[in-house]
């Protein structure tokens, strides 16, 4: 076991001491100690500092071997820091500040989240649902710090609803040929949330942008006018037919009103479909009441 570890997981300034069972037999514990004469280091400025004392012992989820649970446990010291002026508790290179997961198990585990619920992989690898979280949220952190936006020349802006009633989020895609990915997600579906967005992608990225997909949900139309004037705003066709429709629907109540007062036979009711009807599968029927019409 000892040597698994230090062969996949060796850690500067501190050795592994020894590993065993549980008391409970499902788990396996691993003892972690600092190496002799190794300093600790200080957690707010990274740098080694000298030993103030020494707290109980803290526990890190390990990544399960053999499907036991496994931790490590080490003492933690506490850094008398003169550059920071204050005692901390050292940093440990396994460990992410407060999260009790190791850095090894977190990117382990949530590649799991995105397959299964957090709950379910919370339960297959016997931890909670908020360390299934950290491991999310730890993951999600490294890969923004880590992204790179390079050029972008196509996004798709959209909404979605999520708990009961009304509760959006507001969606952000690139979808380049070849690059189809999240590049943002705000609270609400308002102009402000949406300028989060490109807030956070800056003004050279932006004004790169060539073309820009949406639905006709008026705070959006607003931004990409404010924010995207020179790229190509395509609606989506759900919304255009919808409107469409709507406005046929009206302009055929209308005649036909007219049609009646003017004591003329209303021929435009009960004709939608017919009017909705592509030109060549229309029937003669439908040619008939168009030629009348016009
Ligand atoms: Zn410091």
């Not at 919304?239 to 435009?268: Q, Y």
Request: one cysteine or more; glycine letters at 6%.
């Amino acid at each position: 076991m000892i040597t698994i570890l230090n062969r996949c997981h060796r850690f500067r300034g501190f050795v592994y001491q020894h590993a065993r069972f549980g008391t409970d037999k499902k788990s396996i514990e691993v003892a972690v100690r600092p190496r002799k004469g190794s300093a600790a280091v200080c957690s707010r400025c990274h740098l080694p500092a000298p030993g103030y004392d020494q707290l109980v012992e803290r526990r890190f989820e390990f990544i399960p071997l053999w499907g036991f649970w496994s931790s490590c446990c080490t003492p933690q010291r506490r850094v008398d820091c003169r550059r920071c002026g204050v005692v901390v508790v050292e940093e440990v290179p396994w460990g992410d500040g407060k999260r009790t997961l190791t850095k090894a198990y977190m990117p382990f585990l949530a590649p799991w989240a995105r397959r299964l619920s957090w709950k379910e992989t919370a339960e297959a690898f016997r931890t909670s649902w908020d360390k299934v979280f950290d491991a999310v949220e730890h993951v999600v952190t490294w890969g923004l710090e880590h992204r790179t936006l390079g050029q972008i020349d196509a996004i798709g802006v959209d909404e979605s609803q999520y708990s009961k009633g009304h509760k959006f989020l507001t969606l952000v895609y690139q979808i380049d040929l070849g690059v189809t990915r999240l590049l943002w997600v705000g609270k609400e579906r308002t102009i402000e949330s949406f300028q989060g967005f490109f807030t956070t992608i800056g003004e050279e990225v932006t004004s790169k942008i060539v073309f820009i997909c949406s639905d006709m949900w008026g705070p959006y139309l607003k931004v990409i006018r404010e924010k995207c004037s020179e790229a190509l705003h395509i609606l989506d066709r759900f919304h255009i037919v919808a409107k469409m429709n709507k406005a046929l629907d009206e302009v055929r109540a209308g005649e036909s009103r007219r049609m009646a007062s003017e004591f003329r036979t209303p021929l435009l009711k009960k004709s939608r479909w017919l009017l909705l009807k592509r030109e060549e599968r229309s029937s003669a029927s439908a040619c008939a009441i168009s030629s009348a019409t016009t």
